[in-house]
Structures are given as structure tokens and as C-alpha cells.
């Protein structure tokens, strides 16, 4: 899914529908036998949620049955084999949506008159595009990748067609074993192979400047890295062999530590967002300040600790929203049930950027803070 297609979905998703909008999140597993369990957890998830509905007193006994009936129809078509870390389910009178996610998201129920989208922002935040190159002694291939989807990039791909890649040695030392340390990359054939494939990087990363994963043989990558004039853009290495006739989901998950990095990496440059707006005293941060500088749409950049919830109700004068929220306890009337996810919608609908960092990495921010536009 390109930026533009994720940007319509989580905008339709935020848009107010008639009550009850239910928002279902579960943490999930990829394997056997903890995803069995999965299962078994949601359906005790979904009979919680049956529950809610059937005592909300907004409801009538015909509304909470249409959900209800919604709800499990959408649990019913899901396949525990193919649970990623995270799944995230909606559903209304009128619809039913399951999104599984490669990010962990809490156990939650949460019922309003919208779909809270922060865990698919947090999920969609990670799914950083980045090109993987994986080297070996005679051969170099080039795969595109976006969170855990995975293509190869060659010749007859329909969106990089022309690219050049793969691209394979042409003298006769390809064939030779290489020695224990992989010196093969030390011979001029293998430079020039090389050499060849950072030239073909080129016109790739004028379209797109995209992170660039080294995989091979740890003499390999130094080699790569010694000739490429992209360095800027080497964002991590894997020090892996074997992996060139590799299929997509397997290297998929040989390359979750390299995705790790580049998140990181993403984590760091958001950081470092924030000094710079410290420093230039264009920055907020906590709950109050955040959310009073998102009305305004002066956060141009807002960074988010994973777990953090916050429960306010807007203040308001004469009718009117104003930029102010009262703190209260969960359940209170008109408390929102995550002002959080309503301060990302405001971030995202005024062009901002929203960054989730691991919890405690924002210190005594309060759990948020934001880089201002002015």
C-alpha cells in the first residue's frame, strides 16, 4: 500500500459514524502453538464486547445485535495461521474490517461514534520502505520492501522495469569457492560486480530516496560499503550468507533484524526532531500542550510513547470546543476514551507527522511531545 492509499484509509476509518463505532485490538503471534491460543483469546474478546453492547442503555437490543452479528462474522473469517503480532478489528451496524498488523497493540474494547486508528498509525509508522541488496560472489540482487511485504526487484518488474538488476558477475571467478572469510570480494572481477550494482543504485534512489539494506558474507558488505558512493543511505547491514536464491517470506524473516534497525533509526531521527524544535523554542509537550497546539495545527511533528492513554473531556465555552482538556477518570461522562487517538486525526488531517517511540523514551515529557511549525 503506497503513503497516499494508507493516508485515505486511516482518514475514512477517523471519520465520525453513528454510534456505536466498535474498536476491537489484540495482541496476536506468527507461530505455532501460541497463535492457536489467539483464537480462543479473541472469542473471549468478542463475548466481552457482546456483553457491552447488549447492557449499553443507548442501545436498543436490534442495534447491539447488528454489531454483535457484524463483529463475528468478521472473527469467523480469520485464519490463526496467518496472524501477524497485531490484529485490529472494526465494526458498526453497517460494516465490519480486520487489519492484522506487524507492530504489537494492546488487548482493548473501545465503543464511540468513530474507530480509534492509532495502533494502524503506529503499524503503518513502521512499515519504513527500504531496498534490500544481497551480495554474493557472483551475483547481486536487489529487493524492494515495505514493512514485511517483499518484492525483487529485476528487469521484468512492472514498477522499476529497466533497472538493471540483478546483476551477475562476467569473469570466471564467480565460480571458484570462496575461502572462509568470503575473500572472493577481494578479486578486481568482483569489485567491478559490485561497483556495477552501487552505479545501478543510482537512478533507483533518485526516485526514491530509500534506505539501503547490506546483506552477504561480512567481507562483502565491507567491500560494498568501501566502493558505494551511497553511503548516506547504507542505513544497515546483515551479515548473513546463502540468501541469494532466497524466497520472499524467507527473507522476510531473515531480514526482521535489519527492519529493526531502521526503526530504530526512525525513532532517533524523531528524537532528534524534537531537540532541534527545543532549542529553537518551537516544542510542546504533554497531553495539554500537545493536543491545544494540534487544534491550532501548529504541530508539525508529533512523537508518541507506544502505551500511553490519556482520558479528558474538551472544555468547553458558550457551545464551543476550546483548546483546554479536563483530565478525568476512564468511564466519566463525556471522557473520551483515548484522547490520543483524536490528537493523532488532528496531526495527520493538518499534514503532520506522527512518530511512536518505545514507552519511557520521551523521559518527563508526560508520554508525548511535538515539534511546532512556528
Request: glycine share 8%; with cysteine.
Amino acid at each position: 500500500m503506497s503513503d497516499e492509499d494508507a493516508s485515505d484509509l486511516l482518514a475514512e476509518l477517523r471519520r465520525p459514524r453513528p454510534y456505536p463505532a466498535v474498536s476491537l485490538t489484540l495482541p496476536t503471534h506468527r507461530h505455532r502453538p501460541e497463535n492457536q491460543q489467539d483464537h480462543i483469546r479473541l472469542r473471549n474478546l468478542l463475548s466481552e464486547a457482546e456483553k457491552r453492547l447488549l447492557d449499553d442503555p443507548k442501545l436498543s437490543r436490534d442495534q447491539a445485535a447488528a454489531v454483535v452479528r457484524n463483529l463475528n462474522e468478521a472473527v469467523d473469517e480469520l485464519d490463526p495461521e496467518h496472524f501477524l503480532e497485531g490484529l485490529v478489528l472494526y465494526a458498526s451496524a453497517d460494516e465490519a474490517r480486520t487489519y492484522l498488523v506487524s507492530a504489537t497493540v494492546p488487548e482493548r474494547i473501545v465503543i464511540g461514534d468513530s474507530f480509534l486508528t492509532r495502533n494502524l498509525v503506529a503499524a503503518s509508522a513502521r512499515q519504513i520502505p527500504y531496498f534490500a541488496l544481497i551480495l554474493s560472489t557472483g551475483e547481486v540482487r536487489l529487493w524492494h520492501g515495505v514493512g514485511y511485504e517483499l518484492n525483487e526487484v529485476d528487469d521484468q518488474a512492472d514498477e522499476l522495469e529497466g533497472s538493471g538488476f540483478p546483476v551477475i558477475s562476467s569473469g570466471v571467478d564467480r565460480d571458484g569457492p570462496p575461502n572462509r572469510t568470503g575473500d572472493h570480494g577481494a578479486t578486481q572481477d568482483f569489485r567491478n560486480m559490485l561497483t556495477e550494482a552501487d552505479r545501478k543504485l543510482t537512478p533507483l534512489l533518485q526516485e526514491a530516496v530509500l534506505p539501503v539494506v547490506v546483506v552477504g558474507l561480512r567481507q562483502h558488505v565491507a567491500t560494498f560499503r568501501e566502493l558505494s558512493r551511497h553511503g548516506a543511505v547504507l542505513a544497515a547491514d546483515l551479515e548473513v550468507g546463502g540468501l541469494l536464491h532466497t524466497t520472499a517470506p524467507e527473507l522476510v524473516e531473515q531480514l526482521a533484524p535489519a527492519r529493526a534497525a531502521l526503526a530504530a533509526l526512525d525513532a532517533e531521527e524523531a528524537m532528534k526532531a524534537l531537540d532541534a524544535a527545543r532549542s529553537g523554542k518551537r516544542y510542546a509537550a504533554g497531553a495539554q500542550d500537545c493536543w491545544q497546539s494540534a487544534r491550532e495545527g501548529r504541530v508539525g511533528h508529533l512523537v508518541v510513547e507506544e502505551s500511553v492513554r490519556v482520558f479528558a473531556r474538551v472544555e468547553e465555552v458558550e457551545g464551543a470546543p476550546r483548546a483546554a482538556l479536563v483530565f478525568a477518570d476512564e468511564g466519566g461522562e463525556g471522557v473520551e476514551d483515548d484522547v490520543v487517538d483524536s490528537l493523532v486525526e488532528m496531526v495527520l488531517d493538518a499534514d503532520g507527522d506522527v512518530t511512536f517511540v518505545p514507552d519511557g523514551a520521551l523521559g518527563e515529557a508526560g508520554g508525548m511531545a511535538a515539534a511546532l511549525r512556528y
